[in-house]
């Protein structure tokens, strides 16, 4: 199994500023994925982020919306850049072995 | 695209009625199914991961079925308790590095 944590837990943010998200684990991965939960929407995949290279985006999404870092196995971060209220969501950070596990989330509000 | 569906979208029942709730996905490229129970400000938590046709997999009164050949899985609670109340998320994933495509979940809500 793995533990992750997440911070911030939940901020509130201007429009127009950017907020960094990190992430943490307890037990080192070659992947972890960052997805987000708009109000009333399933989770939906942003990106996975691999060590050693760039983050692989899904479609819909870009970096320089959504720039993240992976410095070493256990830990990414998910910038959410140029913010604006529709980026109003829940971000949660994912690793999988056999089953998929995911950290507390950020709770973020777009105002 | 991947369309992963989940009925009902929201359920109410009363405490110690039976429930059971339908995860429908994409019969080709199976990989595995993951059912989550997700409760507000706390972490997806992981319920089932089903593998194999036919599978069945219990956990305490909560219970799941898989058919990969028609694409559906469902997941069954028996003498709902209020503690149950959560959103039920089914997850199918079609590789083994990790991508999945959520529902939109079920959310059930247990009235004592």
Request: net charge neutral.
């Amino acid at each position: 199994s793995a533990v992750i944590s997440q911070k911030p837990s939940r901020d509130i943010c201007q429009r127009g500023t950017s907020l960094t998200i990190q992430c943490q684990v307890d037990s080192q991965v070659t992947m972890m994925f960052w997805y987000r939960q708009q109000p009333g929407q399933s989770l939906t995949l942003i990106a996975t982020a691999n060590q050693g290279s760039e983050a692989t985006y899904e479609s819909g999404f870009v970096i320089d919306k959504f720039p993240i870092s992976r410095p070493n196995l256990t830990f990414s971060t998910l910038t959410v850049s140029n913010m604006s209220p529709e980026d109003s969501s829940i971000y949660l950070c994912s690793v999988t072995d056999y089953e998929q596990y995911f950290g507390p989330g950020t709770r973020l509000t777009v105002t | 695209i991947l369309n992963v569906e989940q009925s009902p979208q929201s359920l109410h029942v009363q405490e110690g009625d039976s429930t059971n709730f339908t995860c429908s996905f994409p019969s080709s490229n199976f990989y595995a199914l993951h059912w989550y129970r997700w409760e507000t400000a706390k972490s997806p938590e992981a319920l089932f991961v089903m593998t194999l046709n036919g599978d069945e997999k219990k956990k305490g009164r909560i219970s799941a079925t898989l058919n990969t050949k028609e694409g559906y899985s469902y997941l069954y609670i028996k003498g709902s308790q209020p503690e149950d109340s959560a959103t039920y998320l089914c997850a199918f994933r079609w590789t083994n590095a990790g991508k999945s495509t959520f529902g939109d979940g079920t959310t059930l809500t247990v009235k004592p």
